[in-house]
């Protein structure tokens, strides 16, 4: 079966390397791909917003499985269009993303499905938004309800940075209305579960590591790093993740008529009145995708056929036992400006250890040199007996990396330690 997946970053490679690995493959395919993903998979030139230039693709290239790795094509309305036209695909319709798309949305499912969450109130104008934390006092979030691009939330120890952040946020690109919510305190984790619309079955969870800096300094990031499983994310608090949140939001999905297909990121408060819904995704975390990948032992092509063809209760998803950690290498200045098009050296020889994989998230050619051409650029992953044994694998690897405008957090998988 010849399989196209959507999207170029570390999430992609990674999904690509589970592909290529699994039974049946015929050509794999991958829009935009990056120089990593060439090297398992065919990249493709496609403008995957457009679901017309996506479905055509998929028809002259015999594609039976379409695969959207990134949000932005799901809210492009690119899964649903094509499964209008008749292609088998993986990822939900615009409907279901909305959970990721709306944060309102999300609250007002958790509401009506009883998923513990936040305490919140949403506004659609500065005036009333500032009212309420005037009233509700500090520290407090203030979040923009469309996407944002990952500037949308912040976390405000004071109320004059909170009546600061509503204005930030109804004069950007997310700023029709805003939710703001009571702030929870605990360690973070990213909980992943596949679903077919009916049958849901967990996948894993994994810890991220979103500020920039080590000790969890700097800057928000998209995360720096990520390992799984996460012993913080035991397999008493998975269960309540799982009954408590998950199930009963997709539950409320289907009732609704707009049934979740795919995968679902539930990003999670493990607070000490159990695990809280902080936000959920409509797709794979990335970098979590690259350390939850390797540890699965099933066949990865059925599991996402299984769902996007409505069989997942046929399905059993097995796991390996070791520990996966990814360290991500970034270019100096991410999040925020950075220079792209720096050669990066040594790739060959960093993943000479059978246990280390690395992903490629912003990488080109430049010719036969691989460059840097993103903010994450790399995701150097390793398998091992725990957190400490793929940490020393992953930053072993890491040092024999030679790119002399990257950086990397010298402290992936401390909370575990
Ligand atoms: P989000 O984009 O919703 O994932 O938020 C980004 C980050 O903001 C999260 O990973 C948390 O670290 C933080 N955050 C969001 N909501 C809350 C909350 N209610 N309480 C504390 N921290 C939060
Ligand atoms: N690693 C967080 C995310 O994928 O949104």
Known sequence: MNVL???????????????ARSEGVGTLSCAPGNAGIAGIAECVALDILDPAAVIAHCRSHDIGLLVIGPEAPLEAGVSDAARAA?????????????????????????????????????????????????????PIVVKADGLAAGKGV?????????????????????????????????????????????????????QDHKRARDGDNGPNTGGMGAYSPAPA????????????????????????????????????????????????????????????LPRLKTDFLALLLACANGKLAQQKIEFSEQTCLTVVMAAKGYPGTYERGDPIDGLDSADADPNVIIFHAGTRFEQTVVVSDGGRVLGITALGRDVLEARNRAYDAAGAIRWDTGFYRSDIGWRAL
Not at 5 to 19: K, N, S, T
Not at 194 to 199: A, N
């Open 154 to 206: 912040i976390v405000a120890e004071t109320v004059e940075s909170a009546l600061e952040a509503v204005d930030t946020i109804f004069d950007g690109p997310g700023g029709a209305s805003v939710v703001i919510e009571e702030m929870l305190t605990g360690e973070e984790a990213s909980f992943f579960v596949l679903t077919d619309g009916k049958t849901v079955l967990p996948l894993a969870g994994a």
């Open 233 to 292: 994310f035991s397999s008493q608090i998975e269960a309540q993740a799982l009954e408590k949140i998950v199930r009963p939001i997709l539950g409320e999905m289907s009732a609704r008529g707009t049934p979740y297909i795919g995968v679902l990121y539930a990003g999670l408060m493990l607070t000490a009145d159990g695990p809280k819904l902080i936000e959920i995704n409509a797709r794979f975390g990335d970098p979590e995708c690259q350390c939850i």
């Open 5 to 19: 997946v959507l999207g170029g970053g570390g999430r992609e490679h990674a999904m690509c390397w589970a592909i």
């Open 86 to 138: 008749g292609i088998t695909v993986f990822g939900p319709g615009q409907a279901a993303a909305m959970l990721e798309t709306s944060k309102a949305f999300t609250k007002e499912i958790c509401d009506a499905s009883g998923a513990p969450t936040a305490r919140y109130a949403a506004f659609s104008t500065p005036d009333e938004a500032k009212a309420y934390i005037r009233e509700q006092g500090a």
